[in-house]
């Protein structure tokens, strides 16, 4: 009976192994080319007769070890990556089994050539085929890589060859503003390069005539406070030509881009920014064409950052006071005369020593009287100091009964803000307020325009 039983088991194994198949041929997808170093991603998918789980095993073509892979469910696409180390061509076969062992046969040869390709040449150069001598006009190159890098770009503008510019994304547009400052007629050509260094031939020429007609930026562009929270902007007129108005343009301090603020056919506009600062330009317009000064003007105040200043018994340099050209800070003795005409506040605990428990900042006509140092009478400026709760906005106008001789400085983050004897606005942040040292730092900030108010930094 168990003779017959055993008998009866290997005829139905024999026959159940006769009606296993294997998996079909795997279908591969993936790239057909690549770069040495690059991660290639790759599906592959057969399917078992019987449904059953299908491992597969690739040859990638190279000396990499073939092994075979988990057991995946029958017709789930399976995706492998795998790098290349050298150029080259690879041919790459698959194949499939199912949990019998039964093989399918290799899949059809997937061929992937690995290099680094070159970039495309350039498109024909976008822009104006005639320009106006003298006003910059903007011109866009684009080149397309086959791998997708990064590209920078060379122009040839008609015998002048400009710096490697960029990069840009690959089949994107780089778009440069160019002045041709004579008449005549340019060939503009562009050629690419990849972070490679594989470059490209040059692309066709981009004929621009450029032609002169009478005309030419506004002069002598100047700025001045015309109340405490505007400004006037004043200028000549072009060295050729009469324009037919002038604009003037605005761009805040943080802004992307100039606006158009004013048009006149005057010689100077009054502008209030509404408590900001920022950077002026002008320029005269003839016609169609804007001659653009190159002069440009600011409001945005001068930043010091991290000055030392010690306090007055130290014998150090206690005062401070800013550069008039510069708009920079600087820290001074106040042990001469001499330096009178430099120091706009002091520091000081108005004590013998240096200990505090207080730390003030003080107009410098104050100082002869202070009994924390000897500091000799003298022409020492006289400076109104207040204390800021918002270290951007305006600070009191000059005479504002919120100003005081001195200011307490009790921690690290304290703003104030003063108004020099000869009428400039300025802000001073305390970082480090250091008494066992004898001394503060601070980052402070000048209004270059004489009379403005505005510190927005």
């Known amino acids: 009976m168990k003779g017959l039983t055993l008998a009866a088991f290997f005829i139905l194994v024999f026959f159940a192994c006769a009606r296993n198949k294997p998996p079909s041929v795997p279908q591969l997808n993936g790239p057909i080319s690549g770069r040495p170093g690059e991660r290639l991603v790759f599906d592959v998918v057969s399917t078992d007769p019987e449904g059953r789980e299908v491992a597969y095993k690739i040859v990638w073509g190279d000396t990499s070890s073939i092994d075979w892979s988990p057991f995946y469910a029958s017709g789930q696409p399976v995706r492998r990556e795998h790098i290349y180390v050298d150029t080259g061509v690879y041919i790459i076969r698959v194949m499939a089994?199912?949990?019998?062992?039964?093989?399918?046969e290799w899949s059809a040869p997937w061929t992937v050539t690995v290099r680094n390709l070159p970039p495309g040449v350039p498109e024909k150069p976008l822009g104006p085929s005639v320009c106006t001598t003298g006003v910059s006009y903007e011109f866009g190159f684009r080149a397309s890589h086959p791998q997708n890098d990064s590209l920078w770009f060379q122009v040839d503008w008609g015998g002048v060859v400009d710096d490697w510019r960029g990069p840009v994304p690959?089949?994107?547009?780089?778009?440069?503003?160019?002045?041709?400052?004579?008449?005549?007629?340019y060939p503009v050509a562009a050629r690419a390069r990849d972070s490679r260094l594989l470059m490209t031939s040059w692309s066709d020429t981009l004929i621009v005539t450029a032609v002169a007609i009478p005309g030419g930026p506004p002069t002598g562009f100047r700025i001045e406070a015309e109340t405490d929270t505007t400004v006037r902007l004043s200028w000549e007129p072009p060295m050729?030509?009469?324009?037919?108005?002038?604009?003037?343009?605005?761009?805040?301090?943080g802004g992307t881009g100039f606006s158009v603020v004013a048009e006149t056919t005057g010689l100077s506009v009054e502008h209030n920014p509404h408590g900001l600062t920022g950077t002026y330009k002008i320029a005269a317009v003839f016609g169609g064409t804007i001659y653009e000064d190159s002069i440009t003007l600011s409001?945005?105040?001068?930043?010091?950052?991290?000055?030392?200043?010690?306090?007055?018994s130290t014998n150090n340099a206690c005062g401070c006071g800013w550069d008039r050209q510069t708009g920079l800070a600087y820290a001074y003795l106040m042990n001469d005369t001499v330096y009178c005409r430099y120091v706009d506040w002091y520091l000081t605990d108005f004590v013998s020593g240096s200990g505090g428990p207080v730390y003030y900042a003080a107009s410098p006509d104050t100082a002869v009287f202070d009994s924390g140092g000897m500091v000799p009478a003298g022409a020492w400026r006289t400076t109104p100091l207040v204390r800021l709760s918002d270290e951007q906005g305006p600070v009191p106008p000059a005479g504002d009964s919120a100003y005081?001789?001195?200011v307490t400085l009790t921690a690290a983050g304290v703003s104030f803000g003063l108004c020099?004897?000869?009428?400039?606005?300025?802000?001073?942040?305390?970082?480090?307020l250091r008494i066992s040292q004898g001394d503060i730092r601070a980052r402070l900030w000048f209004q270059p325009v004489r009379g403005l108010r505005l510190v927005r930094h």
């Open 97 to 104: 089994r199912d949990i019998d062992l039964k093989e399918s």
């Open 170 to 185: 690959s089949d994107s547009v780089l778009w440069i503003n160019h002045c041709f400052d004579s008449a005549g007629i």
């Open 240 to 253: 050729e030509g009469q324009p037919n108005f002038y604009r003037l343009y605005f761009k805040e301090l």
């Open 299 to 312: 409001t945005v105040p001068i930043q010091t950052g991290n000055l030392d200043v010690n306090e007055l």
């Open 404 to 406: 005081k001789k001195a």
């Open 420 to 432: 020099t004897a000869d009428g400039y606005y300025c802000v001073v942040k305390v970082t480090q």
